[in-house]
């Protein structure tokens, strides 16, 4: 199982969080890519490169003196943390450290995927990566057939198989609940039954987990009947079906199955979403395209989901004051603030949007924003 602390709520708060006036927030990403950085020698001496490098900035960047004392304070805490983690770091491919002592901050973030590593002293937490990982979600998956029955629950690289099934019905298991019978085929009654419970166990597995996401492996043969037991809360979750053998599938098994139907459905999505920015584009309503059309757009509120190449650079300015965003303003529009220049202003963009409840989209591999200046946005109004 692979471990994850990333989640929207965190992802929000970290895209909120600035530090007091002249103090430094240090954003650092450690890869532990198995592949790369799979020993603990490896390991340490990542964080040894990481950390140096983050040193030598601090030293030649001009801060006050106590911002430069609590900077480099808080650099030794990270330095020691991420020693002491990445030993017993079962399971997660990344790690993701925020650590500002003047802002009381020191929030270390399992990630499931390997990152880039990268060290970054700013006034606020560097989520950009967080993004591009993008927003983890509750994941449900179902194995059934005329006898079998399995309930998989996590993220898609932290499946974990349901052992107290019964207690999603309200029961304990003394209790116990309705199972296929034992003999060499059920009936067609037995096996409606048993298609019945798999229904109640999702609705009780949605009422007290919740999930965004329901995949079902299943025989072809049986889909149509196995739907149609689902409660419509539970339908409008169904993501698709998996095949993968139901009795002996193993959890990795099912979790790699289960990561190509998302990826699929991720694809999905982004198409839907890029066919409805080029329709609102070519109507020229609620859409827009390039760089200063869509930081207008944020500082005005309007953003329903800001759409970005990853890894795109672009400088730009922001007010201090109101956090109002710009190309090359020297001056805040709104009330008058000397701006300060951002070397890349997507990664304020990116923050901007999620603290709006907005959807944000690294997209990867696709050229549809090269006509836009690789940044885009849907538009509520």
Known sequence: MRANDLDPGRLRRLAGLKAPEGATVLSLYVDLDPMTFGTPPARRSEISSLTDELGRRLRDADLPHDARVAARSDLERARTALNDTVAGADGARGLALFVCGPADLFELVRLPRPVDMRAVADDSPWIEPLVRIGRTEALAVALVDRRNLRLLYGGRDSLEQIADEDRLLGRTPEEGGTQAPAHNRPTHNEALEHFKRLGHLLLGLQKRRGFDCL???????????????????????????????????????????????????????????????????????????????????????????????????????????????????TACPVDGTATERRANVIENAAETALLQSADVLALEDRPDLGPHGAIAALLRF
């Open 215 to 329: 995949l079902i492996a299943a025989p072809e043969e049986l889909r149509n009947e196995i739907f149609d037991q689902l409660h419509p809360y539970v339908r409008e979750r169904l993501a698709g079906w998996l095949d993968v053998p139901v009795d002996y599938a193993s959890i990795a098994d099912v979790s790699r199955a289960a990561a190509e139907a998302l990826d699929a459905q991720r694809t999905r999505r982004e198409d839907e979403t890029l066919d409805r920015l080029r329709e609102r584009l070519g109507r020229g309503e609620r859409a827009a395209g390039g760089l200063g059309d869509v930081l207008a757009a944020l500082n005005e509120r309007r953003v329903e989901t800001l759409l970005y190449d990853a890894g795109l650079q672009a400088p730009g300015t922001i007010c201090p004051a109101c956090g109002f965003l710009g190309v090359d303003q």
